[in-house]
Structures are given as structure tokens and as C-alpha cells.
């Protein structure tokens, strides 16, 4: 997956989130990376989860994810992060994911949640959804767009 999320009018991120695996075992990394441009001023977030994926249906996947979220901006944080990734595709060329991440980072806790749909043709795919994070009483909330390929 790779999309742009307009946060404000001068923050905006790229993400990347790239998924493989075999079977009910999977693996998941997304690199976020927010810029601003007043004042000039950029936060990585990475996260890296090992999946259970489970399918309930042949249209309704849930997955268990625990793994570990780095926060790299004036200074660096880790720790520890629990993810349970929902994908329900009613038909083939559409469908809805919401992907909720929390993780613990030097005591304070980060909130993740990714809401959006998809639409298109088995390999390529359109994406659209807004994304809210949250941390310490400070958010980057903001819709998104972009593509997948799955295969």
C-alpha cells in the first residue's frame, strides 16, 4: 500500500505498508513519515508486526498482530505494539479495512486507527479512508488516499 494523508494545511504524510506471509502466518511493516512545513519539522513512525490471520470467511479476514513501533522525531521511542486488523471484501472489487494499532511507548501510550475503503481490479486497487493517531494529547487525524497492489 502506499498513500498520502493531508493532516493540516501545512503537515502531510506518506505511508508505506508492505504485508507477506504463508498460510495463517504473516508479517506486516508500515513506515509513516509526517513533514511540516511551518516550522520545518519531520516524525518517522515504524511499525513491525508478526500476524495470525485469520480467515472467517471468504469475505471477512481478522488478524492478531504483536510486534514493536518506533517514534523518531526529535528524539527516538520504542516499544512494544498490539494490532487486530479487520478486512471485509463483500465482493471482489470492493471492500472496507479498519486497522487499529496501540502501543506503549516510554509510558505513554500511542492510538492508531486506520478506516478505509478500497475499489478495484484483482491486483490494483484504489484506497481512501481517513486515519486518526493519537499520543500525549497531540493527534495527526487526516484522510488519506492512495493504491495497493495485492497479489
Same mark, same amino acid.
Given at each position: 500500500?502506499?498513500?498520502?494523508?493531508?493532516?493540516?494545511?501545512?503537515?502531510?504524510?506518506?505511508?508505506?505498508?508492505?504485508?507477506?506471509?504463508?498460510?495463517?502466518?504473516?508479517?506486516?511493516?508500515?513506515?509513516?513519515?509526517?513533514?511540516?512545513?511551518?516550522?520545518?519539522?519531520?516524525?518517522?513512525?515504524?511499525?513491525?508486526?508478526?500476524?495470525?490471520? @485469520?480467515?472467517? $470467511?471468504?469475505?471477512?479476514?481478522? &488478524? %492478531? *498482530?504483536?510486534? =514493536?513501533?518506533?517514534?523518531?522525531?526529535?528524539?527516538?521511542?520504542?516499544?512494544?505494539?498490539?494490532?487486530?486488523?479487520?478486512?471485509?471484501?463483500?465482493?471482489?472489487?470492493?471492500?472496507?479495512?479498519?486497522?487499529?494499532?496501540?502501543?506503549? @511507548?516510554?509510558? $505513554?501510550?500511542?492510538?492508531?486507527? &486506520? %478506516? *478505509?475503503?478500497? =475499489?478495484?481490479?484483482?491486483?490494483?486497487?484504489?484506497?481512501?479512508?481517513?486515519?486518526?493517531?493519537?499520543?500525549?494529547?497531540?493527534?495527526?487525524?487526516?484522510?488519506?488516499?492512495?493504491?495497493?497492489?495485492?497479489?
Amino acid at each position: 500500500d502506499a498513500s498520502y494523508q493531508e493532516v493540516e494545511s501545512d503537515i502531510e504524510a506518506s505511508d508505506w505498508r508492505l504485508e507477506g506471509g504463508y498460510g495463517p502466518f504473516g508479517v506486516q511493516v508500515r513506515d509513516t513519515r509526517y513533514r511540516e512545513d511551518e516550522p520545518t519539522d519531520a516524525l518517522s513512525l515504524i511499525q513491525m508486526h508478526g500476524l495470525l490471520r @485469520l480467515s472467517l $470467511s471468504t469475505q471477512l479476514e481478522v &488478524d %492478531l *498482530g504483536l510486534g =514493536i513501533v518506533t517514534l523518531d522525531g526529535n528524539d527516538t521511542t520504542s516499544g512494544l505494539s498490539a494490532t487486530v486488523p479487520i478486512a471485509w471484501r463483500p465482493v471482489t472489487w470492493c471492500g472496507m479495512e479498519f486497522r487499529p494499532q496501540w502501543a506503549s @511507548l516510554g509510558g $505513554s501510550g500511542l492510538s492508531d486507527y &486506520d %478506516l *478505509g475503503a478500497t =475499489i478495484g481490479v484483482r491486483y490494483v486497487c484504489l484506497r481512501g479512508g481517513y486515519r486518526w493517531m493519537e499520543s500525549a494529547g497531540q493527534s495527526l487525524n487526516g484522510p488519506y488516499l492512495g493504491a495497493s497492489l495485492q497479489f
